[in-house]
């Protein structure tokens, strides 16, 4: 009984914490959502139901990793990069941008069944910019065609530019179309946006199928 009470203590903490989160707010992308926005969408006033484990797995592991990550859905980012992303991102480390912030994306990295949403070979990345930042740029590239997502980790060379965004004014929403060609099944979007306001990168990882 008392293990129990510590644990339903910790929760409410954690819930207390992720409450207060949104006066530090960033942004994500919403559609499709980044896997940690999709973990928080989908069960962040239900984090406690123990169905998650076999309804969401993946989610199921990256809260039993790090609550914390999905609270904070909108901070997943690095400052100082200067523009070298690749340098600064290890392969199989793009998901939590190089294990950014002492590791606390980590489980975004893990391979596996992620909740994908279903998109039409044209589609529209939207970017929720909830400080209003502006971008410096937006970067979309999509995994090639033959990556497997549910038994590859995510690697620089398996992805494709297809989108390019120059300079945009703060706006609560940037809405990127982008075309994904001949492109069928599972993927990866994988979306950079360079801030603004400072010299900080967000990366997004969102699972789709075409």
């Keep these: 009984m ?16 992720g409450l207060a989160q949104p006066a530090g707010a960033h942004g994500s992308t919403t559609d499709p959502p980044s896997r940690n926005y999709g973990c928080w969408q989908r069960w962040g006033n239900d984090f406690q139901n123990p169905a998650m484990a076999t309804q969401d797995p993946m989610c199921w592991q990256a809260w039993q990793t790090e609550t ?4 904070n859905w909108n901070g997943l980012y690095r400052e100082g990069v200067a523009g070298n992303h690749q340098a600064a991102i290890p392969d199989g480390q793009l998901c939590s941008a190089g294990r950014t912030q002492g590791g606390r994306y980590r489980a975004m990295d893990a391979v596996g069944a992620w909740k994908a949403a279903d998109k039409p070979r044209n589609f529209t990345v939207n970017v929720l910019d909830q400080a209003l930042h502006g971008a410096d740029y937006y970067l979309v590239y999509i995994t090639r065609q033959g990556f497997d997502p549910l038994t590859q980790p995510l690697r620089w060379s398996d992805l494709e530019l297809v989108k390019q965004v120059g300079k945009t004014p703060p706006q609560s929403n940037t809405l990127i179309p982008v075309n994904a060609g001949n492109r069928t099944g599972r993927h990866i979007v994988y979306t950079i946006w360079q801030a603004s306001h400072l010299d900080q990168s967000y990366y997004f990882c969102s699972d789709v199928n075409f």
């Design 2 to 17: 008392r293990l129990r009470a510590v644990a339903v203590l910790a929760a409410a903490a954690a819930l207390l914490v």
């Design 68 to 71: 914390q990550a999905m609270w």
